[in-house]
C-alpha cells in the first residue's frame, strides 16, 4: 500500500512562473518529509526538507508547505528556470532512528522555456 | 573530494548468476541503504545498516543479500533467487542525525 502518493505524473509550467507540486501521505507517524529531484540515470538530489514542527520552509527559490491535519506537502518553485525540468519525488519518514524513507512516485516537472 | 560511489553504471546478468553491486563512501556516514527504481514507480527499500556488521531487511529483501564488513562499503548482492532483477538500482546513505539520506548515481541492471 503507497503511503506517500503524488498523484500528478506530471506538470508543464512556463519559464518564470510558479510550479508547484503535490504530495500526501497516510500515515500519521510520519513526521519528517524530504523533497528530491531527479534526472534520468541519476540518483536522487536533495532539495528541501521539513520537519513536522513547522508548517513552512524556504531555501531560496523553494518552499515547502506542510499541512499535517490534511496530511499533505507541497513544494513550490519560484521562478521556475528550465534547468528545474526533472522527476521530483516526496519522501517520507518516522524519526525512529532507522530512518527509512517512504517515497511518492515522483511528478515529472517540465518547465517551458 | 566526498561522495558516494556506485560501480559499475551498468551490469548485465545472465540467468541463474549472481551480481554484485558496489556502493562506496567517504562521507564517514554510519548508515547506508539499498533502494530500487521501476519505471513509473518510486523508491523501494531493500537493505539498509545502520552500523557496521549489522543490517536490517527493507520492503523487498526477497532475492538479495548485503553486507557491512566496513563503514564505508555495502555492497549489494542480487540472486538468482531474484526473478525480476531488472531496474535502477540507488544506494543511499545518511549522517548522524539520520534525517536526510544521500544518494549515490546509480547501477542500471539489466537481464540478457
Known amino acids: 500500500d503507497q503511503q506517500v502518493k503524488q498523484n500528478s505524473p506530471s506538470l508543464s509550467v512556463q519559464e518564470g512562473r510558479i510550479s508547484i507540486l503535490n504530495c500526501d501521505y497516510t500515515?500519521?507517524?510520519?513526521?519528517?518529509f524530504l523533497w528530491y529531484k531527479k534526472y534520468p540515470a541519476e540518483g536522487p538530489t536533495f532539495l528541501i526538507s521539513?520537519?513536522?514542527?513547522?508548517d513552512k520552509n524556504e531555501d531560496g527559490r523553494f518552499t515547502v508547505f506542510l499541512n499535517k491535519s490534511a496530511k499533505h506537502l507541497s513544494l513550490h518553485i519560484v521562478p521556475s528556470q528550465p534547468g528545474d525540468s526533472a522527476v521530483y519525488f516526496c519522501?517520507?519518514?518516522?524519526?525512529?532512528?532507522?530512518?527509512?524513507?517512504?517515497f511518492g512516485t515522483g511528478t515529472r516537472l517540465t518547465v517551458i522555456p | 573530494d566526498g561522495g558516494i560511489t556506485q560501480s559499475p553504471k551498468y551490469l548485465f546478468r545472465k540467468e541463474g548468476q549472481n551480481v554484485t553491486l558496489s556502493c562506496e563512501q567517504n562521507?564517514?556516514?554510519?548508515?547506508m541503504y539499498w533502494y530500487r527504481q521501476d519505471p513509473g514507480q518510486g523508491l523501494r527499500l531493500i537493505y539498509y545498516?545502520?552500523?557496521?556488521?549489522?543490517?536490517q531487511k527493507g520492503d523487498i529483501a526477497e532475492g538479495y543479500s548485503v553486507s557491512r564488513e566496513k563503514k564505508e562499503s555495502f555492497p549489494l548482492t542480487v540472486t538468482s533467487a531474484q526473478k525480476n532483477p531488472t531496474a535502477f538500482y540507488l544506494c543511499?546513505?545518511?549522517?548522524?542525525?539520520?534525517?536526510?539520506?544521500?544518494f549515490g548515481p546509480g547501477t542500471r541492471l539489466l537481464v540478457l
Open positions: 545498516s545502520q552500523i557496521v556488521n549489522d543490517f
Open positions: 521539513i520537519s513536522s514542527i513547522k
Open positions: 500515515n500519521s507517524m510520519f513526521d519528517y
Open positions: 519522501a517520507a519518514s518516522e524519526r525512529t532512528g532507522a530512518n527509512n524513507l517512504f
Open positions: 543511499a546513505t545518511s549522517g548522524a542525525d539520520q534525517e536526510t539520506q544521500y
Open positions: 562521507l564517514n556516514h554510519d548508515a
